[in-house]
């Protein structure tokens, strides 16, 4: 009897052999190839600069604090840098890539984009106030170009095809509607509607009403797709706050919330597992079946306890 590992290691195939107990000189040996359970619909949603004890428990964000009651919660998980592009590079490259909010450049380094297309997996990015389908420019406030990794990678850049996977999030009721979902849906509120501003664009509110509005942003716009028999059948949500405030700076970037929200999800689990964004990027490649895992995320694990 073999027991594969509780996450697909980097090489995923192994030798397994046998040896008779009755007669030591027959033997067989077979390759072996580990895989993860594939999951249809997979999606990441990035939430901003709040601690974990600030969002899980507290009375502003009632509903995410329902679905970490009802799915699954990490409670020992730590952003990776400040400030806050490094970490959405780690989610979707395993690499920092760099810690300039400023950052402009095309990022050439493998990526989730890349492996999703390698393996022949559908992809789009819906970003809130977006300001076209295709956009690879700078900020126009409230969108923020580095809450959208996605727009920096030469896989897309370099593609009239990829670019068009850019869309602004209207398109995701849509698509939602339509039953034309990709296998990934990276979700981007904006600046007002992720705990990173104020609703009016300021930043001189309280952190209450920063999360509250999140908060209601979430409920608003996720009720249809958790309701959507999509879902139901093989959908798994991700949502994670990209950074702790910049006075925690713990593990790098501090202690910060996630959950992954979906049927394949053990109910109310919590683990304590110590993970970080490239344990995230893991799970979304093995999750959604691309080629390979981008940078670190080769080597960490895949969060297999969440999963039934």
Known sequence: MYT???????????QVSAISQADASKSATAS???????????FLLVEE?????TVIGASSM??????????????????????????????TTGQLVST???????????????????????????AESLPSA?????????????????SYFSDVRNSSVQRQNLVPFTQFATDLGNNQLPVFSYIVP?????AHDCPDGTSDCSDSLKLSTADN?????????????????????????????????????GHVAMLVVGSAVKPGFQSSTFYQHQNTLRLLVNSTGAASAPGSSATAGGMPEFLR
């Open 32 to 42: 072996v190839t580990i895989t993860h359970p594939q999951i249809g619909h997979v």
């Open 49 to 53: 600069n709040h601690s974990y004890s």
């Open 190 to 194: 904006n600046a007002e509607h992720d």
């Open 62 to 91: 009632p509903y995410l604090h329902g679905l970490a009651s009802q799915y699954g919660l990490a409670t020992n998980y730590f952003a990776n840098v400040h400030p806050s592009i490094g970490n959405y590079f780690m989610l």
């Open 100 to 126: 300039d909010d400023a950052f402009t450049g095309t990022v050439n380094v493998d990526n989730l984009v890349r492996e999703l297309i390698a393996a022949g997996k559908t992809w789009k990015s819906y």
């Open 217 to 253: 942003w979430l409920k608003n716009n996720l009720g249809p797709l958790f309701s959507s028999p999509m879902f139901h059948k093989d959908g798994l949500l991700v949502i994670v706050f990209d950074e702790a405030p910049a006075s925690d700076s713990s593990h790098g970037g």
């Open 4 to 14: 594969a590992p509780a996450s697909v290691p980097a090489n995923a195939t192994v």
């Open 134 to 150: 295709g956009y690879v420019g700078g900020n126009q406030y409230p969108y923020l170009e580095r809450h959208n990794p996605f």
